[in-house]
T-cell receptor
Framework: GNSVTQMEGPVTLSEEAFLTINCTYT??????LFWYVQYPGEGLQLLLK?????DKGSNKGFEATYRKETTSFHLEKGSVQVSDSAVYFC???????????FGKGTRLHILP | GAVVSQHPSWVICKSGTSVKIECRSL??????MFWYRQFPKQSLMLMAT?????????EQGVEKDKFLINHASLTLSTLTVTSAHPEDSSFYIC????????????FGPGTRLTVT
């Protein structure tokens, strides 16, 4: 079945550091890939998405590229801010049924 | 933008009682809604798919008689936890799939259920 594996946290970085959160997936067919963010005390928000191979999703300085050859969708940001502290979920959706499969989430702490 | 609300945001109930959680799409119609459960520091686990006007589809291992789902209108789905027990304590999150598809899922803020 479909699954998502992402690096376990917590990840602690200093402000302005470079961020990478690894995500790999297993899926039949051609899923859509997502990164969601959950800020403390808030609901899930879609951060970015990519719907086909080699697509790059980007938002708020974050980006991720759909790599079919390595079945990966790593999240990157060149310079993180304290306000980026949150839990980040990698996810995929099988377009046949719209169900979203989530990774376990990676908690990110950014120190000032 | 598309907004999904949940009510209540948190609830405490005693063992053996039932609790109803509402999920509403405020500014769009949603034929399909999803219910998830999130354990502390863990991922969201899909419980069921709620379809307006028809029976919900439950994921393997989810007791349909314990978690009753009703999707009575294009903007409202409800999850009722029946005969709640402490192990049902969790964070329940709904999402609504905007119509017409293909479209994005919009997530509610979640409901924290504590069963004492």
């Amino acid at each position: 079945g479909n699954s998502v594996t992402q690096m376990e946290g917590p990840v602690t970085l200093s402000e302005e550091a470079f961020l990478t959160i690894n995500c790999t997936y297993t899926a039949t067919g051609y899923p859509s890939l997502f990164w969601y963010v959950q800020y403390p005390g808030e609901g899930l928000q879609l951060l970015l998405k990519a719907t086909k191979a080699d697509d790059k999703g980007s938002n708020k300085g974050f980006e991720a590229t759909y790599r079919k050859e390595t079945t990966s969708f790593h999240l990157e940001k060149g310079s993180v801010q304290v306000s980026d502290s949150a839990v980040y979920f990698c996810a995929l959706s099988d377009r046949r049924d719209d169900k979203i499969i989530f990774g376990k989430g990676t908690r990110l702490h950014i120190l000032p | 933008g598309a907004v999904v609300s949940q009510h209540p945001s948190w609830v405490i109930c005693k063992s053996g009682t039932s609790v109803k959680i509402e999920c509403r799409s405020l500014d769009f119609q949603a034929t399909t809604m999803f219910w998830y459960r999130q354990f502390p520091k863990q991922s969201l686990m899909l419980m069921a798919t709620s379809n307006e006007g028809s029976k919900a589809t439950y994921e393997q291992g989810v007791e349909k008689d314990k978690f009753l789902i009703n999707h009575a209108s294009l903007t409202l789905s409800t999850l009722t936890v029946t005969s709640a027990h402490p192990e049902d304590s969790s964070f329940y999150i709904c999402s609504a799939l905007g119509d017409p598809p293909p479209n994005e899922q919009y997530f509610g803020p979640g409901t924290r259920l504590t069963v004492t």
